[in-house]
């Protein structure tokens, strides 16, 4: 059973335009939600992290969403760009826990 | 920078044969992981480690053992390798209390 629901599996988007990528959860022990970026044949990189005390995080283009009370956090990719087609994983994990709970993964295609 | 080192980029192997993939890094991570991520799928864990010579099976530990006779090394072994376990396997390691990952180019195995 999978702790942490990612949507959608996949999306383009335009150059320039907003990606949005949607995760749910569960568990409210969890309390670190990290996200990670794979380029095809190499392993996923963390891209952005948020614990629940804080309702967003930005990072350059990138930018996380969260909020507690519904149990959902979600990415925002601004002004898309080629290089940022990629999958993108979610994930959460609880205090003193040893294993991260990832999401299925989406698939970003950015289009020039 | 800190790494994480899987020793093949990519394996071809015949079926039956036993396999070893092997996985370092130079973080003094107590943690490590084995994931194999298949289209569709997502990341799929198979065995994890929280200590010198202390293993856990994950998800799908079936056809798979591990060995973790050093800190910083995590070997997965394929039994007697067959063609449904041809895949991309990840290797990942962790401080505890953490909770991020740092993960592995990945080895592309495939058993013919």
């Known amino acids: 059973q999978q702790q942490v629901k990612q949507s959608p599996q996949s999306l383009i988007v335009q150059k320039g335009g907003i990606s949005i990528i949607n995760c749910a959860y569960e568990?409210?022990?969890?309390?670190?939600f990290p996200w990670y970026q794979q380029f095809p044949g190499k392993g996923p990189a963390l891209l952005i992290a948020?614990?629940?005390?804080?309702s967003e995080k930005k990072e350059g283009r990138f930018t996380i969403s969260f909020n507690k009370s519904a149990k959902q956090f979600s990415l925002h990719i601004m002004d898309s760009q080629p290089g940022d087609s990629a999958t993108y994983f979610c994930?959460?994990?609880?205090?003193?826990?040893?294993?991260?709970?990832f999401g299925a993964g989406t698939t970003v295609t950015v289009r020039a | 920078d800190v790494k994480v080192t899987q020793s093949s980029r990519y394996l071809v192997k015949r079926t039956g044969e036993k396999v070893f993939l092997e996985c370092v890094q130079d973080m003094d991570h107590e943690n490590m992981f084995w994931y194999r991520q298949d289209p569709g799928l997502g990341l799929r864990l198979i065995y994890f480690?929280?200590?010198?010579?202390?293993?856990e099976k994950g998800d799908i530990p079936e056809g798979y053992s591990v060995s973790r006779e050093k800190k910083e090394r995590f070997s997965l072994i394929l039994e007697s390798a067959s063609t449904n376990q041809t895949s991309m396997y990840l290797c990942?390691?962790?401080?505890?209390?953490?909770?991020?990952?740092?993960f592995g180019s990945g080895t592309r195995l495939t058993v013919v």
């Open positions: 990942a390691s962790s401080f505890s209390g953490f909770g991020g990952y740092t």
């Open positions: 994930a959460a994990i609880a205090r003193n826990d040893y294993k991260l709970s």
């Open positions: 568990n409210t022990a969890f309390d670190y």
């Open positions: 948020i614990r629940p005390d804080v």
């Open positions: 480690s929280y200590d010198v010579k202390m293993k």
